[in-house]
Protein backbone atom coordinates (compact mmCIF):
# COMPACT_ATOMS: atom_id res chain seq x y z
CA UNK A 1 0.00 0.00 0.00
CA UNK A 2 1.04 3.71 -0.44
CA UNK A 3 0.93 5.90 1.98
CA UNK A 4 2.49 9.41 3.18
CA UNK A 5 1.82 9.98 7.13
CA UNK A 6 2.29 13.88 8.65
CA UNK A 7 1.99 13.20 12.21
CA UNK A 8 2.10 16.53 13.31
CA UNK A 9 -0.99 18.01 12.88
CA UNK A 10 -0.60 21.68 14.04
CA UNK A 11 2.50 23.19 14.75
CA UNK A 12 3.00 27.05 16.44
CA UNK A 13 6.69 28.39 16.14
CA UNK A 14 7.48 31.95 17.31
CA UNK A 15 9.01 34.58 14.31
CA UNK A 16 12.63 33.19 13.52
CA UNK A 17 12.87 29.96 14.97
CA UNK A 18 13.31 26.68 12.78
CA UNK A 19 10.90 24.31 12.43
CA UNK A 20 11.10 21.22 10.89
CA UNK A 21 7.65 19.14 9.29
CA UNK A 22 8.21 16.01 9.41
CA UNK A 23 7.02 13.16 6.44
CA UNK A 24 7.00 9.42 6.42
CA UNK A 25 5.89 7.42 3.10
CA UNK A 26 5.36 3.94 1.97
CA UNK A 27 5.66 2.37 -1.01
CA UNK A 28 7.16 -1.44 -2.56
CA UNK A 29 7.75 1.31 -5.72
CA UNK A 30 11.38 1.33 -6.21
CA UNK A 31 11.16 4.42 -7.84
CA UNK A 32 8.78 7.40 -6.85
CA UNK A 33 8.36 11.15 -6.18
CA UNK A 34 8.32 13.10 -3.53
CA UNK A 35 6.85 16.26 -3.05
CA UNK A 36 5.74 19.34 -0.48
CA UNK A 37 3.51 21.88 -1.40
CA UNK A 38 1.90 24.95 -0.06
CA UNK A 39 -1.46 25.84 0.66
CA UNK A 40 -1.61 29.36 2.32
CA UNK A 41 -4.67 31.01 3.70
CA UNK A 42 -5.76 32.14 0.51
CA UNK A 43 -6.19 28.27 -0.33
CA UNK A 44 -4.72 27.78 -3.57
CA UNK A 45 -1.70 24.42 -4.31
CA UNK A 46 1.67 25.90 -4.28
CA UNK A 47 4.30 23.30 -5.64
CA UNK A 48 7.70 23.61 -3.44
CA UNK A 49 9.82 20.54 -4.11
CA UNK A 50 10.36 17.75 -6.33
CA UNK A 51 12.39 14.73 -5.39
CA UNK A 52 13.24 11.75 -6.80
CA UNK A 53 13.59 8.32 -5.42
CA UNK A 54 17.57 8.03 -6.50
CA UNK A 55 18.43 11.56 -5.71
CA UNK A 56 19.02 11.50 -1.71
CA UNK A 57 21.10 14.49 -1.72
CA UNK A 58 19.50 17.44 0.43
CA UNK A 59 18.35 20.37 -0.78
CA UNK A 60 18.68 23.85 -0.18
CA UNK A 61 16.45 26.85 -1.34
CA UNK A 62 16.88 29.78 0.38
CA UNK A 63 15.58 29.29 4.20
CA UNK A 64 13.80 26.23 3.05
CA UNK A 65 15.62 22.54 3.28
CA UNK A 66 14.76 19.29 2.52
CA UNK A 67 16.36 15.91 3.75
CA UNK A 68 15.14 12.81 2.10
CA UNK A 69 16.36 9.76 4.32
CA UNK A 70 15.28 6.47 2.33
CA UNK A 71 16.80 4.19 5.19
CA UNK A 72 13.77 5.71 7.23
CA UNK A 73 11.77 6.86 4.67
CA UNK A 74 11.52 9.83 5.18
CA UNK A 75 11.30 13.54 3.49
CA UNK A 76 11.27 16.20 5.83
CA UNK A 77 11.18 20.12 5.41
CA UNK A 78 12.90 22.29 7.87
CA UNK A 79 12.42 26.57 7.28
CA UNK A 80 14.55 28.50 8.98
CA UNK A 81 14.17 31.49 10.22
CA UNK A 82 10.27 31.20 9.99
CA UNK A 83 8.27 34.19 9.01
CA UNK A 84 4.61 35.37 9.58
CA UNK A 85 3.95 34.71 5.78
CA UNK A 86 5.25 31.27 6.15
CA UNK A 87 1.77 30.28 7.86
CA UNK A 88 0.14 28.04 6.01
CA UNK A 89 -0.69 24.17 5.19
CA UNK A 90 2.04 21.60 3.97
CA UNK A 91 1.57 18.60 2.25
CA UNK A 92 3.77 16.00 1.60
CA UNK A 93 2.61 13.74 -1.29
CA UNK A 94 3.88 10.75 -2.74
CA UNK A 95 3.79 9.93 -6.97
CA UNK A 96 4.30 6.09 -8.00
CA UNK A 97 7.44 6.15 -11.07
CA UNK A 98 5.19 3.04 -12.27
CA UNK A 99 2.51 5.91 -12.62
CA UNK A 100 4.54 8.67 -13.92
CA UNK A 101 1.60 10.96 -14.83
CA UNK A 102 1.53 13.49 -11.51
CA UNK A 103 -0.94 11.40 -9.78
CA UNK A 104 -0.80 12.04 -5.78
CA UNK A 105 -1.14 10.65 -2.68
CA UNK A 106 -0.98 13.26 -0.11
CA UNK A 107 -0.55 13.06 3.39
CA UNK A 108 -2.85 15.04 5.92
CA UNK A 109 -1.16 18.18 5.89
CA UNK A 110 0.39 20.30 8.72
CA UNK A 111 -0.69 23.78 9.99
CA UNK A 112 2.06 25.78 11.05
CA UNK A 113 1.58 29.25 12.22
CA UNK A 114 4.38 31.62 12.99
CA UNK A 115 3.60 34.15 15.02
CA UNK A 116 5.29 37.57 15.51
CA UNK B 1 1.06 31.12 -18.86
CA UNK B 2 -2.14 32.12 -17.02
CA UNK B 3 -2.21 28.70 -14.68
CA UNK B 4 -4.96 26.22 -13.98
CA UNK B 5 -8.03 28.54 -14.25
CA UNK B 6 -11.17 26.90 -12.79
CA UNK B 7 -14.17 28.03 -11.75
CA UNK B 8 -16.82 29.22 -10.19
CA UNK B 9 -14.53 30.28 -6.84
CA UNK B 10 -17.33 29.52 -4.89
CA UNK B 11 -20.65 27.81 -5.40
CA UNK B 12 -23.33 27.48 -2.83
CA UNK B 13 -26.58 25.53 -4.08
CA UNK B 14 -29.05 23.91 -2.47
CA UNK B 15 -29.21 20.39 -1.90
CA UNK B 16 -30.55 18.30 -5.06
CA UNK B 17 -29.46 21.10 -7.23
CA UNK B 18 -26.85 19.56 -10.17
CA UNK B 19 -23.64 21.32 -9.73
CA UNK B 20 -21.02 21.89 -12.26
CA UNK B 21 -17.04 22.87 -11.85
CA UNK B 22 -15.05 23.76 -14.46
CA UNK B 23 -11.53 23.50 -15.64
CA UNK B 24 -8.97 24.60 -18.07
CA UNK B 25 -5.43 23.04 -17.55
CA UNK B 26 -2.02 24.41 -18.57
CA UNK B 27 -1.83 24.50 -22.49
CA UNK B 28 0.64 21.20 -23.50
CA UNK B 29 -0.59 19.63 -20.20
CA UNK B 30 -1.29 16.16 -21.36
CA UNK B 31 -2.78 15.15 -17.30
CA UNK B 32 -5.65 16.55 -15.91
CA UNK B 33 -6.47 15.65 -12.49
CA UNK B 34 -9.89 16.30 -10.21
CA UNK B 35 -9.03 16.55 -6.76
CA UNK B 36 -11.33 17.07 -3.53
CA UNK B 37 -10.50 18.84 -0.21
CA UNK B 38 -12.17 17.84 3.27
CA UNK B 39 -11.15 18.19 6.99
CA UNK B 40 -12.16 14.36 7.69
CA UNK B 41 -10.42 12.94 4.47
CA UNK B 42 -7.77 15.21 3.30
CA UNK B 43 -6.77 15.68 -0.26
CA UNK B 44 -7.84 13.01 -1.95
CA UNK B 45 -7.87 11.97 -5.98
CA UNK B 46 -11.25 11.62 -7.52
CA UNK B 47 -10.11 11.33 -11.44
CA UNK B 48 -7.79 11.59 -13.79
CA UNK B 49 -7.24 12.24 -17.75
CA UNK B 50 -4.49 11.48 -19.82
CA UNK B 51 -4.96 13.15 -23.63
CA UNK B 52 -8.40 13.76 -22.59
CA UNK B 53 -9.35 10.47 -21.98
CA UNK B 54 -10.00 9.12 -18.30
CA UNK B 55 -7.83 7.06 -16.95
CA UNK B 56 -8.87 6.34 -13.28
CA UNK B 57 -12.00 7.07 -11.89
CA UNK B 58 -11.55 4.44 -8.74
CA UNK B 59 -11.68 7.92 -6.57
CA UNK B 60 -15.19 9.39 -7.80
CA UNK B 61 -17.27 8.51 -4.48
CA UNK B 62 -20.84 7.95 -6.01
CA UNK B 63 -22.48 7.51 -9.32
CA UNK B 64 -23.44 11.27 -8.87
CA UNK B 65 -20.36 12.35 -9.56
CA UNK B 66 -19.23 12.54 -13.26
CA UNK B 67 -16.58 14.31 -15.12
CA UNK B 68 -15.79 15.11 -18.46
CA UNK B 69 -12.80 16.61 -20.99
CA UNK B 70 -14.45 17.32 -24.46
CA UNK B 71 -11.15 18.13 -25.52
CA UNK B 72 -7.29 19.11 -23.80
CA UNK B 73 -8.51 22.68 -22.54
CA UNK B 74 -11.90 22.14 -20.61
CA UNK B 75 -12.46 19.86 -18.22
CA UNK B 76 -15.86 19.65 -15.93
CA UNK B 77 -16.58 17.89 -12.79
CA UNK B 78 -20.43 17.29 -11.99
CA UNK B 79 -22.34 16.52 -9.18
CA UNK B 80 -25.85 15.45 -9.78
CA UNK B 81 -28.01 15.63 -7.58
CA UNK B 82 -25.69 17.57 -5.06
CA UNK B 83 -25.81 16.85 -1.14
CA UNK B 84 -24.41 18.49 1.74
CA UNK B 85 -21.69 15.89 2.29
CA UNK B 86 -20.28 16.95 -1.15
CA UNK B 87 -19.41 20.32 0.74
CA UNK B 88 -16.03 20.53 0.03
CA UNK B 89 -13.13 22.51 -1.85
CA UNK B 90 -12.59 21.23 -5.76
CA UNK B 91 -9.02 21.36 -6.98
CA UNK B 92 -7.94 20.48 -10.50
CA UNK B 93 -4.55 20.07 -11.64
CA UNK B 94 -2.91 19.94 -14.89
CA UNK B 95 0.78 18.10 -15.79
CA UNK B 96 3.09 16.86 -18.57
CA UNK B 97 3.11 13.67 -16.84
CA UNK B 98 6.76 13.15 -18.88
CA UNK B 99 9.78 11.59 -17.52
CA UNK B 100 11.51 14.46 -15.45
CA UNK B 101 8.49 16.75 -15.21
CA UNK B 102 5.49 15.96 -13.50
CA UNK B 103 4.56 18.04 -10.93
CA UNK B 104 1.18 19.01 -10.87
CA UNK B 105 -0.02 22.84 -10.96
CA UNK B 106 -3.12 23.42 -9.12
CA UNK B 107 -5.66 25.80 -10.00
CA UNK B 108 -7.41 28.00 -6.84
CA UNK B 109 -9.86 25.45 -6.49
CA UNK B 110 -13.35 25.69 -5.78
CA UNK B 111 -15.65 26.03 -2.69
CA UNK B 112 -18.62 23.93 -3.00
CA UNK B 113 -20.96 24.65 0.01
CA UNK B 114 -24.26 22.81 -0.34
CA UNK B 115 -26.93 23.40 1.86
Known amino acids: AQKVTQAQTEISVVEKEDVTLDCVYETRDTTYYLFWYKQPPSGELVFLIR??????QNEISGRYSWNFQKSTSSFNFTITASQVVDSAVYFC?????????????FGQGTTLQVKP | DAGVIQSPRHEVTEMGQEVTLRCKPI?????LFWYRQTMMRGLELLIYFNNNVPIDDSGMPEDRFSAKMPNASFSTLKIQPSEPRDSAVYFCASSLGATGRTEAFFGQGTRLTVV
Open chain 2, 27 to 31: SGHDY
Open chain 1, 93 to 105: ALELGSSNTGKLI
Open chain 1, 51 to 56: RNSFDE
